[in-house]
């Protein structure tokens, strides 16, 4: 079969790219979003965020007449659901909207469509997402038994990372799971229409499982960087040369450790293991608890810093979750400035974060934090905190030119 429509339902950091990649390439693409303010931006040819290169695809496919979007799923030959996967309670994955997407895409499917899961998603959530399909169209069937006709169910999990998002797409080596080997075939045609890379044909569970082996092993990875900064802080010793030098070694490749692990991914996915053999993944909980315990030791070495100080100056420089990018989405750095807020009410903390207008919500409430230029917050600070490595910040910060107390959680100063 040709594929010559898609719709994508989810117009987020990774179904819009993916739209508007498939649109250039003359796929006529229907995005997809509950949110109108997202719908009327990609209808005028707009991107609601951040992402190079992103907002040129999207103008051109739009004007091209190949994207538009919508609030409702439409007919196509194939669907790709990419909407989030968050957790909830105790870590568990949240699987209600692939559930409320699924039921959304059945009342249009006419039987013959391609159905591509690329949410992040536990073991078993693409068969899952085909049974909450096959739900409302008893008619419909994943093997055209009873001569019902056969919906075509597929798992293809995004790996790309944010800031590279429109390169990866084309050139990474892409996975792809299917509940049967005829829908895998069937996705492989479609994602060989934009991407360069190889692409490897599976079962949904096993690519399912790469993806949050991928982000765990990169989780676990730099919780070693960070417990090792714990210790070397402890036993006197700098952890960047001591990375550095241990790197030397032809088969030793540390991380760099800095306030935490955030982003929409990494500090999320690993939990998704955690929930699936919650005896057995021991390593990949204990390296969750390790980064997510970083920032509390962060926020206890700029409390030290300011001791008897009455009312300190603290400079904060970066709220976004890693290098050079706007987005502020489980940021460590958010964090460490909102528990500093609380705990020191009679300080003044001035955020430095040049990819952000305005503080986030967060931060907004709190009286004693205000977002400052990099020059008058290291002008003024008591204590300067490093919570990102942007780039404008290595290069001011090559000659800091300040009396402040410098907490470098990113090794910025090395
Ligand atoms: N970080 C460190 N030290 C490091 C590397 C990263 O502290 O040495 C921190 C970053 O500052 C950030 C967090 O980890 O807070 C995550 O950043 P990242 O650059 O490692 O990853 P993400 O979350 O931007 O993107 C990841 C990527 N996964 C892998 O590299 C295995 C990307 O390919 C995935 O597509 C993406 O997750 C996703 O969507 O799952």
């Not at 309670?89 to 159905?115: C, K, M, N, T, W």
Request: charged share 20%; aromatic share 4%.
């Amino acid at each position: 079969m040709g594929i010559n429509t898609v719709c994508v339902v989810g117009l987020g950091y990774i179904g819009l790219p993916t739209a508007a990649i498939l649109a250039s390439k003359d796929v006529k693409v229907v995005g997809v979003d509950v949110n109108p303010t997202t719908v009327e931006a990609v209808n005028r040819g707009d991107v609601p965020f951040v992402e190079p290169d992103l907002a040129t695809y999207v103008a051109g496919a739009v004007q091209h007449g190949t994207l538009r979007a919508t609030d409702a799923p439409e007919h196509a030959d194939a669907f790709i659901i990419a909407v989030p996967t968050p957790f909830q309670g105790d870590h568990e994955p949240d699987l209600s909207y692939i559930a409320a997407a699924a039921r959304a895409v059945a009342p249009v499917l006419q039987g013959g469509e391609l159905l591509i899961l690329e949410s992040t998603s536990p073991p078993g959530a693409t068969r899952k997402m085909a049974e909450w399909v096959l739900e409302a169209r008893p008619d419909l069937s994943l093997d055209g038994s009873d001569g019902r006709p056969q919906i075509h169910v597929a798992h293809c999990p995004e790996r790309v990372l944010p800031g590279r998002v429109m390169i990866e797409l084309v050139t990474n080596d892409r996975i792809v799971g299917g509940l049967t080997p005829e829908a895998a075939e069937m996705a492989k045609e479609l994602y060989t229409v934009f991407c360069q890379g190889e692409i490897l044909l599976t079962d949904s569970t096993t690519a399912e499982m790469a993806k949050l082996v991928e982000n765990s092993f990169r989780d676990v990875n730099i919780a070693f960087a960070n417990e090792l900064s714990v210790i070397a802080d402890k036993v006197g010793v700098d952890v960047w040369e001591l990375i550095r030098l241990a790197n030397h070694h032809p088969r030793v490749n540390i991380l760099q450790p800095g306030p935490g692990v955030g982003g929409h991914c990494i500090a999320v996915d690993p939990w998704f293991l955690v929930d699936a053999a919650p005896e057995e993944a021991r390593l990949v909980r204990t390296a969750r608890i390790v980064n997510d315990s970083k920032p509390h030791w962060v926020v206890d070495k700029v409390l030290d810093a300011v001791e008897g100080i009455e009312s300190p100056t603290i400079a904060a420089l970066g709220l976004s979750f890693k290098a050079d990018i706007d987005d502020l989405r489980e940021s460590p750095a958010v964090a460490i400035v909102a528990d500093l807020a609380c705990r020191l009410p009679g300080a003044e903390i001035f955020a430095v974060e040049p990819h952000v207008g305005t503080l986030p919500a967060a931060l907004g409430e709190k009286i004693n934090v205000q977002l400052e230029d990099l020059e008058t917050a290291l002008a003024v600070a008591d204590a300067v905190v490093i919570l990102v490595d942007h780039s404008t910040f290595r290069e001011r910060l090559r000659n800091p030119l300040t009396d402040a107390r410098i907490i470098d959680t990113r090794g910025v100063l090395r």
